[in-house]
């Protein structure tokens, strides 16, 4: 285990490298300066501005300011906000917390649903608990995120007022209290991205179990007299999920954008709203180092779902 976790961090250098290089240049080359609003502002110098790029290197070719990024980067400095006027790390360290609590909370609450849902929908194919289970996955994932969020807002918030839909991180509340507001606040956020992920991750489990229920082995395990549950359980169930590990984390990726809308909707203070802000105010520092965050919370989480494949099929071995 430990040489082949040793292994995937080697082969992660390179890849991280790469995508960070290929960030940095599309970033470099979009359109757009940093310090355009500069440019139109009476009290400030010209040669104030022509300071600025030449202390921040925006002049210099496109390698030269990556491969300084990339020093800096790695000596703990990831750049300064044009926009917010502090450092990058701490945009970001204030921010991610929130985007983790909630996108984590969301996959956890979709993977309660879509486990036993596909389960009991594949072991039971065609019934009306299967029928009724694949409309609601249906409408589900057709339904996207900021009109579900919508919805949510106005049946809960502003109907039946249940609900804050303005998420603030400075709650005037201590102890129990304080706890209990940010979950009542993170409510809707969760419910959103938690049910739009549960609804493909329902048809999903649900056709790795269909395809692992006509295998041999389960077969012979029935022959030999197990119970329906032992065999669904300990032969079906943990091998269907084999594939589905792979899938949530393919998703990443997609879990976060739409976490990026769904921060937009609620108001929420996370790493979401930091980059849609960076962007709209071309503060590029702040756009690759969030971008690179999310390649790397990908590399991770991609390296997880490896390491658990050998704990849901015993046969596969790192060496």
Request: some cysteine; overall charge neutral; charged content about 15%.
């Amino acid at each position: 285990m430990g040489a082949y976790l040793l292994r995937r961090l080697l082969i992660a250098i390179p890849s991280l490298l790469g995508i960070s290089l290929i960030l940095f240049t599309v970033l470099a080359l979009a359109p757009g300066d940093p310090f355009g609003e500069l440019a139109t502002n009476p009290n400030v110098p010209p040669e104030v501005r022509e300071a600025l790029r030449l202390k921040f290197g925006l002049d210099d070719p496109i390698l030269v300011r990556y491969l300084h990024w990339l020093t800096a980067m790695l000596q703990g400095d990831w750049g300064f906000s044009f926009a917010s006027r502090v450092d990058v790390d701490e945009l970001i360290l204030q921010r991610l917390p929130t985007t983790l609590f909630v996108v984590g909370s969301s996959q956890v609450l979709a993977l309660l649903i879509a486990v036993p849902v596909g389960i009991l929908a594949a072991i039971r194919p065609y019934s009306v608990f299967d029928q009724v289970a694949n409309t609601l996955a249906f409408v589900g994932f057709s339904l996207p995120t900021f009109f579900t969020g919508l919805l949510f807002i106005l049946l809960f918030s502003l109907t039946l007022d249940w609900l804050p839909f303005v998420y603030q991180a400075d709650v005037a509340a201590t102890g129990w209290h304080w706890y209990w507001e940010h979950v009542r606040q993170a409510i809707m956020p969760v419910c959103v991205l938690g049910f739009f992920q549960a609804a493909s991750y329902t048809r999903y489990v649900r056709a790795s179990v269909l395809d692992v229920a006509r295998l041999d082995y389960v077969t012979t395990a029935r022959a030999k007299g197990l119970s329906d549950g032992t065999v669904t359980v300990r032969h079906i169930a943990r091998n269907a999920l084999i594939p589905v590990v792979t899938l949530v984390a393919l998703q990443i990726p997609a879990v976060f954008g739409g976490a990026i809308v769904t921060e937009q909707i609620f108001r929420i203070p996370g790493i979401g709203s930091l980059l849609i802000n960076a962007m709209l105010a071309n503060d590029t520092p702040v756009v690759m180092a969030v971008t690179f965050v999310f390649a790397c919370l990908v590399v991770l989480f991609n390296l997880v779902a490896d390491l658990l494949y050998g704990w849901l099929d015993p046969r596969i071995s790192y060496r």
